[in-house]
């Protein structure tokens, strides 16, 4: 009887086996294939790779749990789980109800009827997911609740809406809100909500379609087909079910959910990619806002859509890029802005025109128009700070053409543009082999403690190793002190000017034109309830300690961009980590019977280069937001006290409790901030240094000192995994 712990060739005759035998049938035809034909069988193909070696991985983990657990076993098998990473890339779609989102979204992932389109008046703050369903054939909604903790909030504070209606008719900030409380409330519980307690309508009674929301729990909605599921989430994302051809939903949900997964079977454009699509400016809710603001600054790339009649005069549409750039550039890691004219095949005046007429006039308008948003963008310095020219690119599509065909080809929809960039961002091929060239790593140490002989010559590999390491180490810390001194210099020139600067700042927040009385006192009110920070229902947010320390963000915002790009290509912090090397390479020349212990050196360089990046790309985005961060801090005793004055006067003695605590904090207040955030940039670089040297220390001591007594042998393992990292390098 064969072992368990047995792994043979035979034993995988998998797809990969299929797929290479079908490849090979077509012999050299494959060179005449479309490209993206052979994109989809390359990335197939290395899939089953990756799947195969997967299957030979867990064997030997399964082989090492058989052992005696010491250091070395230890080591392997933490190294075995630590190769199962993935990374999902965020496309964050912006454009405000009406201008063609979920048009565009069903088009580009070719589901015609999965988002529910709708009409102007449909919207909410629910944010949707749309990425792969990979566990089984159905399409599936996950929908996620906020707490009943703040649906209680909310009940509560209708109350102070209810007191005197008249304020809010005169007050447009507080009909706003009113108006929007209202709709909420009036979605779940009709006109019970206007004379019912609080108490009263958390009954369960109101709950029974989603107990969910009552236990804390997730809700999932399963169905075979796109259709049946678009139906179905309509009332959890929707204001307005009519849209969908749903008559009879008298009781809507939305207000209760902070966000809806849905998950789609096979679909290529999928694989690793998650489309969000967003409210335009957060939300009010508490964990709704906290979740915007993670998925935007996590977002690699956004797609800002509208209508291609207005797209460059669209306020909103600039507004959403200008809020939005300080979460998606230095606070955050996006690398594209696309900004998306839709409905490019709309002209009037032209039914009676020839298709060839109609098709040139399309194109020229098209063309125009994307002049005419570069220049727009050109025009935000603001934003550009954030951003290289090469990130912004205009597209001008027609989703309805790419279905139809009427006038336009798929090409001059633009749609398939999209695709293909969807499909770059899928490519698993260096996921696939970053797996692949670890797990050859692990078997390569394996196999060659099994083999080591601890001579005179291997002690002076190990000596140039650690002498090298260390060389390494300080010349990259180094490159990075250098850096901080230059990062220093501009913190310090804004916080000079943050104190020259700080009593204009506060008399156009405190003192807006046009703005006074009971209306702007309410939102003071709000503003300093909220630690500084206020979300109106239509318009900007109000955030006083972000402008408290605008003058100290923009001295550093292209330094800091230089510093940590989000391409992660080069700079201070990631250029000089990508081009770390022990230089096994040429060490292997020289040295043959060491050679699996250097593969397995050179693959853990490639792994710790990669652990790193994603430190620097997660942490950057902390740094850059503790400037403001700490100004909340420093700021929260004030605002505190502000918040307790009510009556007449209480505008009045908030901006004098705010102006005094400000101006007796000047000198103590932005050098503060300016520390926290050179502290945290010297915690970065030493936690960087330390993981790289104590990794590749242990990496270096483990390879070239283990005793391969107690270690199973793994040649077989070894010697498969080697075939398929060649197959792999092969097929790319």
């Known amino acids: 009887m064969q072992s368990n712990n047995c792994v043979h060739p035979q034993a995988f005759p998998s797809t990969r086996d299929t797929e290479k035998r079908k490849l090979d049938l077509q012999g050299e035809s494959s060179n005449s294939q479309p490209t993206e034909k052979r994109k989809r069988e390359t990335a197939s193909s290395e899939l089953n790779i990756l799947s195969d070696v997967k299957i030979i991985m867990k064997n030997v983990h399964t082989k090492l749990q058989n052992q005696e657990d010491t250091r070395v076993i230890k080591f392997l098998k933490t190294k075995i789980r630590n190769l199962e990473t993935e990374k999902r890339e965020l496309v964050g779609v912006f454009g405000k109800t009406g201008s063609g989102k979920t048009s565009l979204i069903n088009a580009v992932i070719e589901e015609k009827r999965l988002l529910p389109s709708g009409s102007v008046t449909a919207c909410t703050s629910v944010m949707i997911k749309v990425e792969a369903n990979r566990h089984n054939q159905n399409y599936e909604a996950e929908i996620e609740f906020i707490t009943k903790e703040e649906w209680e909030d909310e009940l509560g504070n209708r109350d102070q809406f ?214 727009e963008f050109n025009k935000l310095t603001r934003v550009k700070k954030h951003f290289s020219d090469e990130c912004f690119q205009v597209f001008t599509v027609s989703s309805k053409e790419f279905v139809k065909k009427t006038y336009l080809s798929p090409e001059n929809t633009e749609i398939p543009k999209l695709q293909t960039f969807l499909q770059n961002l899928n490519d698993c091929h260096s996921e696939t082999l970053n797996y692949v060239s670890g797990a050859q790593g692990i078997l390569s140490l394996i196999q060659g403690a099994k083999s080591r002989d601890m001579d005179g010559c291997n002690k002076d590999i190990y000596k140039y190793l650690e002498r090298n390491l260390s060389h390494q180490i300080e010349s990259i810390g180094n490159v990075m002190m250098e850096a901080y001194r230059t990062f220093e210099k501009c913190l310090q020139k804004g916080v000079e000017m943050s104190k020259t600067s700080y009593e204009r700042i506060l008399k156009t927040s405190l003192y807006p034109p046009k703005r006074n009385g009971a209306g702007f006192c309410k939102q003071l009110k709000k503003v300093v309830q909220n630690g500084g920070i206020y979300k109106p229902n239509q318009g900007k947010e109000i955030n006083l300690n972000m402008k408290l320390t605008s003058f100290m963000t923009d001295s550093i915002d292209e330094d800091f961009r230089k510093t940590f790009p989000n391409d992660g290509k080069c700079g201070p912090f990631n250029g000089v980590i990508s081009k770390f090397s022990l230089d096994t390479e040429g060490l292997r020349q020289k040295h043959g019977d060491v050679e699996l212990q250097l593969i397995f050196l050179k693959s853990e360089e490639e792994q710790i280069k990669t652990k790193l990046t994603q430190l620097i790309r997660n942490r950057k985005k902390n740094i850059y937001k503790s400037l403001t961060t700490k100004a909340e801090e420093i700021m929260q005793a004030c605002y505190d006290k502000a918040a307790g004055f009510s009556g007449t006067g209480s505008l009045q003695n908030m901006r004098n409790t705010i102006e005094r605590h400000v101006h007796e904090s000047k000198d103590t207040m932005f050098e503060k901030a300016k520390y926290v955030m050179l502290g945290q940039f010297l915690s970065l670089k030493m936690d960087i240094l330390e993981k790289l040297e104590n990794t590749m220390k242990e990496s270096i001591e483990l390879s070239l000192k283990t005793d391969g007594t107690s270690i199973p042998d793994v040649s077989t393992e070894l010697t498969m995994v080697q075939n398929l990292h060649d197959e792999l390098l092969k097929s790319s």
């Open 162 to 375: 209810l007191k005197n209606d008249a304020d809010q008719e005169n007050d447009d900030d507080g009909n706003d809100e009113y108006l929007d409380v209202a709709e909420k409330l009036s979605a779940l519980y009709g006109e019970d909500w206007k004379h019912q307690s609080t108490d009263q309508l958390m009954d369960r009674k109101y709950f029974r379609e989603i107990p969910e929301f009552l236990q804390s729990t997730r809700k999932t909605l399963t169905c075979e087909a796109a259709e049946e599921l678009s139906t179905k989430i309509i009332k959890y994302t929707r204001n307005d079910t009519k849209q969908g051809g749903d008559e009879d939903v008298k009781r809507l949900f939305w207000p209760l959910v902070k966000c809806v997964t849905v998950r789609v079977p096979h679909n290529n454009f999928l694989q690793h990619v998650t489309l969000v699509d967003l409210p335009g400016n957060g939300d009010r809710n508490k964990s709704r806002d906290e979740m915007w603001k993670g998925i935007v600054g996590n977002c690699s790339t956004v797609w800002i859509v509208t209508e291609i009649n207005r797209a460059a005069s669209e306020k909103e549409s600039w507004e959403i890029l200008k809020s939005a750039s300080s979460n998606l550039g230095n606070g955050g890691e996006c690398r594209h802005i696309h900004f998306i004219c839709t409905k490019s095949d709309v002209i009037e005046d032209l039914h009676d025109s020839s298709s060839a007429n109609v098709l040139t006039s399309i194109l020229k308008r098209n063309e125009e128009a994307k002049q005419s948003v570069r220049k």
